[in-house]
């Protein structure tokens, strides 16, 4: 009679204890299903959140005016990824206070974000680190951490591998210097400066003396000098991905230690960097899958020496500073991407030539190249077979007959970012192109560009996007 009650008593799914239930959540495979577990009853909702690992909160304001902050994070409590992100200056931001409830979840945090929460203070950061022991990646775009408390951290949380300090504008040289002493095993740091002219380049030289397995670095608008660079480079082999973006100081000299030391490089950022000319891309190997050159004084000469690898699918020479800067032959069977916006130089020759070459490309910007005329249209709609998007913004010299070659050639075409005008294209050429190919999206928008995958390559979390692998938002 017993073995009957205590039959009875599971006889319903919902009678079962928590752990079963764990149990049968953890055989749900399809994320659909997931989601609509907790759906069914309380119980399952409970079983279902003590499973999560990612927590992303979007809407603070809901969570704090509710008092809803402890009672959320006491039901994650296998949380590995935590994220807090404001977006609108208005929003309202977490506090010390919130931060101390991390105690609750704290003990299995792997993950940790928090962007532009200003209100957080070094008192903040110290909990964090308390609380926090297995913390392997933390992202503080924006936040007001100091020196102080990025040594505090470093010194608890002596696992972390990626660190995020994008305009984490209080942060000097010291605060880098207690980073790379204290983790050893850092392989993604990320530093974004409003200033351009902060004299914490020098405290890299410590990265490169205490984190030889730094395989991504990202110095956007430091002082970095090429000496340093040098030292950075040499220490640090195994770098695959660099961002020098609007480092000024940085000339060819320091693109050349990168080039020569740095062989698996795969992925290489710069913008802004007046002193190259293109010379220390010579060095270059067959790895480099990503190079953007933007707003770089590059020469022809050197333009061609960049090429010689002959491994790159995503290549960008976006509004040279020299505006006479030749592009001949470009022969890349790889290359996927290529940005040309603002190349107001290029002429049909290197046109009929890239088209040629690169049998590959699927999106190519040549937004403000006037000079491209009929037969660099021609070339394009006849060559490039496998072409899926085009940027045509302001190129003076596409005509009608000109939009009707990328028609009738480029068959896998789905959409042409031509804005609103700066064409010799009218209503009745569109309206020709259109009985031809309507299946393809003419946007009269001025598109936002080639959007690079500069940091795709990054071990072992490509860059930190919990916005994408969470599974519940607020």
Known sequence: MEDVRALNQYSCITNLPDNLLDLIYG??????????FGLTCHSFL????????????????????????????????KLQDLSFSIILSYQESVSDTDIIKLQKCGSTLQRFSLTNCGQVTDK????????????????LVGCSITDDGLGLM??????????????????????????????????????????????????????????????????????????????????????IEVNLNTCINVSDCGIQYISQNCRQLRALKIRNCKNVVGVGFRWCSSNLKILYASCCALDSTDVIEILRGGGLEYLSFSWPVNERMFIGSIDLA???????EGCKSIE????????????????????????????????????????????????????????LCLGNGCKRLSVIWMGSGGTEITSNG?????????????????????????????????????????????
Request: hydrophobic share 40%; with cysteine.
């Open 154 to 239: 470093a010194k608890s949380c002596k696992s972390l591998v990626e660190v995020n300090l994008s305009h984490c504008n209080n942060i000097t040289l010291c605060g880098i210097q207690y980073l790379s002493q204290n983790c050893r095993q850092l392989k993604v740091l990320k530093v974004k400066i409003v200033s351009y002219f902060q004299n914490i380049g020098v405290g890299f030289v410590s990265v490169a003396s205490y984190c030889p397995l730094l395989s991504v670095i990202c110095l956007v608008g430091c002082s970095i000098t090429d000496s340093e660079l040098e030292i950075l480079a040499k220490s640090c082999k195994f770098l």
């Open 430 to 474: 569109i309206t020709a192109f259109k009985l031809q190919r309507d299946d393809v999206n003419i946007n009269d928008k001025f598109g936002t560009g080639i959007i690079f995958p500069s940091w795709r390559f990054t071990w072992p979390f490509k860059e930190l996007q919990l916005a994408q692998e969470v599974e519940h938002f607020i």
């Open 27 to 36: 055989k749900v495979n399809e994320q659909d299903d997931q989601q609509s």
């Open 46 to 77: 409970k079983v279902q959140n003590l499973g999560k690992k990612h927590l992303h909160v979007r809407n603070y304001r809901s969570v704090r005016d509710s008092r809803m902050l402890d009672k959320l994070l006491s039901g994650f409590s």
């Open 348 to 403: 049909d020759d290197a046109i009929v030539s890239i088209s040629k070459g690169c049998p590959l490309l699927r999106d190519w910007d040549l937004s403000w190249c006037g000079r491209v005329g009929l037969r660099g249209w021609e070339s394009i709609g006849l060559y490039s077979q496998n072409l899926e998007i085009i940027h045509v913004y302001r190129c003076a010299r596409l005509c009608n007959k000109g939009l």
């Open 124 to 139: 903040g950061f110290i909990s964090i680190a308390s609380y926090c022991p297995l913390l392997s990646v933390i992202c």
């Open 334 to 340: 790889n290359l996927k991407v290529l940005d040309l």
